[in-house]
């Protein structure tokens, strides 16, 4: 069985490569940021959350299965609570860049579909009722 740092390493891995996925790919979407490395640190840190969300109720970790229901659960409150359909992240940062994107998730390349109320809200309930299982059965 992995440890908590070894879970974490790994999510910190994807999120990089999904970082550098968006970064390169996003041609000259990001070049009128006004705070260029704070922006690339949120940036970056919005793929971690994000990855984090998307795998975290995989490990057999305890500390990281009651992590991943505490973030998930707030992201699904912020998601139903946020009527503009965008993370305040990415509110944020789409400001000090000046652009006028969604927030270039991985499952966005892959096709799924990022609006409210679709793929990624019954993802996160059945990923949290999961990992909630998970918990007993340990």
Not at 42 to 56: M, P, Q, S, V, W
Request: hydrophobic share 40%.
């Amino acid at each position: 069985m992995r440890t908590f740092n070894q879970d974490m390493v790994l999510v910190l891995k994807i999120s990089f490569l999904a970082y550098l996925l968006d970064i390169l790919t996003s041609k000259d979407l990001y070049k009128k940021c006004k705070y260029p490395v704070t922006n690339n640190i949120e940036l970056y840190l919005h793929h971690t959350i994000f990855i984090f969300n998307a795998i975290g109720w995989l490990s057999n970790n305890k500390s990281i299965l009651k992590l991943f229901i505490i973030s998930s659960s707030i992201t699904l409150l912020h998601t139903y609570k946020n009527k503009s359909n965008n993370c305040i992240l990415t509110q944020q940062f789409n400001k000090d860049c000046e652009i006028n994107n969604n927030f270039r998730s991985p499952n966005k390349f892959l096709g799924f579909n990022h609006s409210r109320g679709n793929f990624q809200i019954k993802f996160h309930i059945a990923t949290i009722i999961y990992s909630l299982y998970k918990l007993t059965e340990f």
